[in-house]
T-cell receptor, first 113, second 114 residues
Framework: GENVEQHPSTLSVQEGDSAVIKCTYS??????FPWYKQELGKRPQLIIDIRSNVGEKKDQRIAVTLNKTAKHFSLHITETQPEDSAVYFCAASRRTGRRALTFGSGTRLQVQP | NAGVTQTPKFQVLKTGQSMTLQCAQD?????MSWYRQDPGMGLRLIHYSVGAGITDQGEVPNGYNVSRSTTEDFPLRLLSAAPSQTSVYFC?????????????FGPGTRLTVT
């Protein structure tokens, strides 16, 4: 089955700096890669996603890049703000077979004011 | 729309007890899933359903049963609770294939087994 590895497990940055979180996946048939943000005690919420026919996607301060050859994808947050502090999860899913997400283990991002 | 709802929010069980975690969605979503979240391990798939009457196992199905008699509801049953099942449980739904549409998560149920 699919295996998703996520690094780093914790990340501390100064407000205004950029943050990068990286994930690798094992199943070459995976074609959908969402990123979720989870604040303490809350449910995961989708912040951005990318499909395998696209190499990069951007939404304001957030961007995701995908390298299908190397089987890795990354989340980039620019101009970080204290409200970006949360746990971020990457995930992967394939079009056929098990139609659910396999998650990475999460990255706790702390933005220092 | 209420979205995805889960009950109860919190539950404490003794080892060996059984219970059902409820999940409902009012968005007419075909796909529903159950995940458990443990510290440092992300979310792991327990069971999922691609439509009423159809369920399948995820990564960690042992000790759990599901059924999907209606589009709206997807209950998760713990047959004989064990301390290893202490976790936060999330239900999720999506309109179509996960690879094609956003998954919406419920607020979660925090379960403690003593």
């Amino acid at each position: 089955g699919e295996n998703v590895e996520q690094h780093p497990s914790t990340l501390s940055v100064q407000e205004g700096d950029s943050a990068v979180i990286k994930c690798t996946y094992s199943d070459s048939a995976s074609n959908y890669f969402p990123w979720y943000k989870q604040e303490l005690g809350k449910r995961p919420q989708l912040i951005i996603d990318i499909r395998s026919n696209v190499g990069e996607k951007k939404d304001q301060r957030i961007a995701v890049t995908l390298n299908k050859t190397a089987k890795h994808f990354s989340l980039h947050i620019t101009e970080t703000q204290p409200e970006d502090s949360a746990v971020y999860f990457c995930a992967a899913s394939r079009r056929t077979g098990r139609r659910a997400l396999t998650f990475g283990s999460g990255t706790r991002l702390q933005v220092q004011p | 729309n209420a979205g995805v709802t889960q009950t109860p929010k919190f539950q404490v069980l003794k080892t060996g007890q059984s219970m059902t975690l409820q999940c409902a969605q009012d968005m007419n979503h075909e796909y529903m899933s159950w995940y458990r979240q443990d510290p440092g391990m992300g979310l792991r798939l327990i069971h999922y359903s691609v439509g009423a009457g159809i369920t399948d196992q995820g990564e960690v199905p042992n000790g759990y049963n599901v059924s999907r008699s209606t589009t709206e509801d997807f209950p998760l049953r713990l047959l004989s609770a064990a301390p290893s099942q202490t976790s936060v449980y999330f239900c999720a739904s999506s309109y179509s294939k996960v690879s094609e549409s956003e998954q919406y998560f419920g607020p979660g149920t925090r379960l403690t087994v003593t």
